[in-house]
């Protein structure tokens, strides 16, 4: 299974844009790209996932590099609610169980 | 509110009692999952269910039992716990034909077991 690395924290002004990396640098044709946020002493979130194509919706945009080697969760306007562990999830659409392996995400502090 | 609830949100239990933790999902989806959470590591996934079949078991102690009577209600039973289960217990849903990519986690049961 391919692999990510995340910083362990990241600090973001509110009102300011949060950039979020995640390098993949072993990933293969058919793995998406996943990330999840967990607030805490909350069930993680949803956000967003892609393959190849950057991605917008609602509550970010992900950037994935040509190569496919890394990506980058955007939100354009942080808030103090978005303050969470952020997690960046590769899996493969087959053949690969339903398991996500959730890692140790980027601890991503919002301050006023 | 994701859709997802948990019963209940808090437990504690001493190492000799039996309780079971609910989780209802009001989705309409076909696959739910346990997950354990401890202090300072990642989730672990602990069982599937898909379509009301349990499809992985992560090498659960036999003191974790779940049951899943169908698509939307899933319970994990537990009994003779350690001190060392003490955790957050969390439940998700999840669309089969997705494969389980994107979850959807209730709140939580944060279990302390005395």
């Known amino acids: ?112 | 509110e994701t859709g997802v609830t948990q019963t209940p949100r808090h437990l504690v239990m001493g190492m000799t009692n039996k309780k079971s933790l609910k989780c209802e999902q009001h989705l309409g989806h076909n696959a739910m999952y346990w997950y354990k959470q401890s202090a300072k590591k990642p989730l672990e996934l602990m069982f599937v269910y898909s379509l009301e079949e349990r499809v992985e078991n992560n090498s659960v102690p036999s003191r974790f039992s779940p049951e899943c009577p169908n698509s939307s209600h899933l319970f994990l039973h537990l009994h003779t716990l350690q001190p060392e289960d003490s955790a957050l217990y969390l439940c998700a849903s999840s669309q089969e034909r997705d494969r389980g990519y994107e979850q959807y986690f209730g709140p939580g049961t944060r279990l302390t077991v005395t």
């Open chain 1, 1 to 112: 299974d391919a692999k990510t690395t995340q910083p362990p924290s990241m600090d973001c002004a509110e009102g300011r844009a949060a950039n979020l990396p995640c390098n993949h640098s072993t990933i293969s044709g058919n793995v998406y790209v996943y990330w999840y946020r967990q607030i805490h002493s909350q069930g993680p979130q949803y956000i967003i996932h892609g393959l190849k194509n950057n991605e917008t919706n609602e509550m970010a945009s992900l950037i994935i590099t040509e190569d496919r080697k890394s990506s980058t969760l955007i939100l354009p306007h942080a808030t103090l609610r978005d303050t969470a562990v952020y997690y960046c999830i590769v899996k493969p659409h087959y053949n690969s169980g339903y398991a996500l392996n959730f890692g140790k995400g980027t601890s991503l502090l919002v301050t006023p």
